[in-house]
């Protein structure tokens, strides 16, 4: 069982930055983010394999948003730049130890607490 610990959510201005974090306890082969709005559907948002070969960005987020990791540390980083007021969500990492780059919820295993990011 591996356990996601997200950090770095928070609120921010239209235009600013965030990074979120989310560090797991054990191996994983990809990590993700998705995002859900009050009322909607969690989407993906971003996801790396361990390699950081082949990433994966939602076209919402894509050249505003970056996917980074380090892999001594089993991190992977989310920056949020550019933000805009429908980036408003909460925001979960997720995680499966099987080969292959996961796009949507089905495809992960394990999942973090969530953090919210608000833009306003």
């Known amino acids: 069982h591996v356990q996601l610990v997200e950090s770095g959510g928070g609120s921010e201005q239209a235009g600013g930055s965030l990074k979120l974090s989310c560090a797991a306890s054990?191996?994983?082969?990809?990590m993700g983010w998705f995002r859900q709005a009050p009322g909607k559907e969690r989407e993906g948002v971003a996801a790396i394999n361990r390699g950081g070969i082949r990433t994966y960005y939602a076209d919402s987020v894509k050249g505003r948003f970056t996917l980074s990791q380090d892999k001594a540390k089993n991190t992977v980083y989310l920056l949020l730049t550019s933000l805009k007021s429908e980036d408003t969500a909460t925001y979960y990492c997720?995680?499966?130890?099987?080969?292959?780059?996961?796009?949507?919820?089905?495809?992960?295993?394990?999942w973090g607490q969530g953090t919210q990011v608000t833009v306003s």
């Open positions: 997720a995680a499966r130890t099987e080969y292959g780059l996961g796009t949507r919820p089905q495809d992960f295993t394990f």
């Open positions: 054990g191996y994983t082969y990809c």
